[in-house]
């Protein structure tokens, strides 16, 4: 098998990918613009042949790498990057070298917030009102529906990037005034906490790995205001959660895939769907469904890819969380401090890369505990401020 992983080097901590295919004897073949010398030696060890491009957006560049890999290698069988930053492009080469898996034409629906919305519809999926909007008064009509706030943010964009909350005509009347050139698609205001379904779809669309996750703030508002961030995997996932997410790895006829579903959970127990992503969530947390199941989920990923199997089992002994700080804050408590109190429980700690910082913090710390408040007590201590 000839598995192309695009960008295998970014994120850090996605090397696992594809050391874990090359001991099953897959020829994986590294992709992207990272001088060889610079990737860790684990992923010069697992990879078969790596091709730097000088420039990985030039769609040009990737074409002529993935005929010299074909031309080398035969057939190309799989092409992944587990990037959202990457989805159009890995749809577009495998629908130009005739590759399984999403192709171009699958991409609006997944990378569109108003397509997404067209299929929670279809679904029954309770989803926010909104639509997209091109003109201040197309945005008024809107809020004559639904009232203010609003939110504002790309049709299609990653993460909370460029997304606004517009309180008043006031706020509406300056985006528009300096809105970005990029279209947008407005919704109501919810109220609620992010939940996710996360997981691993195999080759017959079977979800063989679900896993849930509860934040303490929206994204819009970690980076927009700089707020702490945490969020923690749960041990149990609510039925009407998990039934939800069943239901729109379904419609999305996902194979071989990871998966990553946000809803929020309103006040009064209710969830509205947020938006999907097809990709694992960001940051730490492939390591966090690790640490949470003592599993290797980038092995299983592996065994699914080349045996269309899933063989550990996911019992969820442990809560999982990230915390998040800010290089800019002061906390009570230092790095040092923090692990020496509480060596047990943190399983693994890093300064986050740059392009993540402003959703996860500039450090991450990775906490387990069987038990919730002692999860909560470890998050109180790491993010207590003077």
């Not at 970014?10 to 590294?30: D, K």
């Not at 730097?52 to 030039?58: E, F, V």
Request: hydrophobic residues 35%; proline residues 5%; aromatic residues 12%.
């Amino acid at each position: 098998m000839n598995y192309i992983h695009f960008s295998p080097h970014f994120p850090p901590n996605y090397y696992p990918f594809s050391a874990n295919l090359r001991c099953m004897g897959v020829n994986v073949l590294g992709l992207a613009d990272a001088p060889y010398h610079e990737l860790r030696p684990e992923l010069q060890t697992a990879l078969t042949e790596y091709y730097r491009l000088s420039d990985a957006h030039s769609y040009d560049e990737k074409v002529r790498a993935l005929g010299y890999f074909t031309h080398r290698y035969g057939k190309i069988d799989r092409l992944e990057s587990h990037n959202e930053y990457w989805l159009e492009s890995d749809a577009q080469l495998r629908t130009d070298f005739n590759i399984p898996g999403y192709h171009i034409e699958d991409m609006a629906r997944i990378k569109h917030k108003s397509e997404m919305k067209k299929v929670f519809i279809q679904e029954g999926i309770p989803v926010a009102r909104g639509r997209v909007a091109h003109t201040l008064e197309e945005a008024l009509t809107l809020v004559d529906e639904v009232g203010f706030p609003l939110i504002a943010k790309p049709d299609s964009g990653v993460g909370a990037s460029l997304t606004y909350k517009l309180s008043d005509r006031a706020q509406l009347e300056g985006f528009f005034a300096d809105k970005p050139p990029l279209n947008y698609i407005f919704e109501e205001f919810i109220q609620g906490t992010i939940e996710t379904f996360d997981g691993l779809t195999d080759q017959n669309g079977e979800v063989v790995f679900s896993s849930s996750m509860r934040f303490n703030e929206g994204i819009m508002d970690l980076v927009n205001d700089g707020l702490d961030i945490w969020y923690y995997t749960v041990r149990d996932i609510p039925t009407d959660l998990e039934a939800a997410g069943r239901k729109l790895a379904a419609a999305y006829r996902l194979r071989e895939r990871f998966f990553h579903f946000e809803f929020f959970r309103q006040p009064d127990g209710s969830l509205t769907m947020l938006e999907v992503n097809m990709r694992p969530p960001g940051g730490l947390t492939a390591d966090m469904y690790n640490y949470a199941n003592d599993i290797d989920i980038y092995r299983e990923y592996a065994n699914v890819v080349v045996n269309n199997m899933f063989e550990a089992k996911v019992t969820r002994p442990y809560f999982c969380a990230y915390i998040g700080r800010r290089a800019h804050k002061v906390y009570r408590h230092t790095h040092d401090e923090a692990l020496s109190a509480l060596r047990p429980q943190i399983v693994h700690h890093e300064a986050m890369s740059g392009v993540f910082a402003p959703a996860l913090g500039d450090y991450g710390y990775v906490v387990r505990s069987p038990d919730l408040e002692e999860i909560t007590h470890i998050t109180e201590y790491l993010l207590e401020m003077p």
